[in-house]
């Protein structure tokens, strides 16, 4: 059936695309999400520097544990958590791209993103 997520319920066939995917969830499905490669990055480099990916699970641990210098800080890193792990995978292995860091510098360029595209394609 195309590019759409097909299921069977009772005698009814459930059918998805990523249009409804968007219009169920409210991300945005539409756009380029190429990113630049980042080097180096604030929020990385200050709660993340021995790593060299970041997991769902190092997210966790830092959201619940870490004193953050400022509130601003706090908010980021949510964002990036629930943005990133939430909907892409529910392993905690799962690697937020450390490019996708980059986006927390500018809130406008972030909420833009089309992050329902990287979930339909992970999906």
């Known amino acids: 059936m ?5 299921f069977e319920v009772g005698k009814h066939l459930g059918r998805f695309s990523i249009n409804k995917v968007c219009l169920i ?19 990385m480099s200050r709660y993340f520097s021995t790593l060299r990916a970041v997991s769902r699970e190092h997210s966790e641990v830092q959201l619940l544990n870490v004193k953050f210098d400022n509130n601003d800080n706090a908010v980021k890193l949510g964002l990036l958590y629930m ?8 392993a905690n292995s ?30």
Do not use: H, Q
């Open 83 to 90: 943005v990133f792990c939430i909907p892409l995978a529910n």
């Open 2 to 6: 195309g590019d759409a997520l097909c």
């Open 25 to 43: 969830t409210g991300m945005k499905c539409v756009g380029s999400t190429y990113l630049a490669p980042t080097v180096d990055n604030r929020l």
């Open 94 to 123: 799962m690697k937020i791209d450390l490019k996708y860091f980059a986006l927390d510098n500018n809130l406008e360029e972030f909420n833009a993103f089309p992050r329902g595209v990287l979930s339909w394609k992970a999906t």
